[in-house]
């Protein structure tokens, strides 16, 4: 089992900046994919970033250029480092190890 902490949501205006961080334990290997994900009311979980444990990145078109997603190997975990937040950007945002595993999530509120 794997477990995930998510940390860092909150409210912030639109243009504003937030990080969050996700921890993750117990059963963890070397090799891995973690990434985020988020789901707006109403709406399907989407991808938002993944990143891979050799660093390779990749983005949902609507947050390129504007999140950046980063791993520590050595303490088992990643950030989403989000700026220029827009309304559209509300969501909660999940945590996810090696496709399987899920956080239970950091609320995101991007409004004026």
């Known amino acids: 089992q794997v477990q995930l902490v998510e940390s860092g949501g909150g409210s912030v205006q639109p243009g504003g900046s937030l990080r969050l961080s996700c921890a993750a334990s117990g059963s963890i290997f070397s090799i891995n994919t973690m990434g985020w994900y988020r789901q707006a009311p109403g709406k399907e979980r989407e991808l938002v970033a993944t990143i891979t444990s050799r660093g390779s990145t990749n983005y949902a078109d609507s947050v390129k250029g504007r999140f950046t997603i980063s791993g520590d190997n050595a303490k088992n975990t990643v950030y989403l480092q989000m700026n220029s937040l827009k309304p559209d950007d509300t969501a909660v945002y999940y945590c996810?190890?090696?496709?399987?595993?899920w956080g239970k999530g950091t609320l995101v509120t991007v409004s004026s």
């Open positions: 996810n190890y090696a496709y399987t595993f």
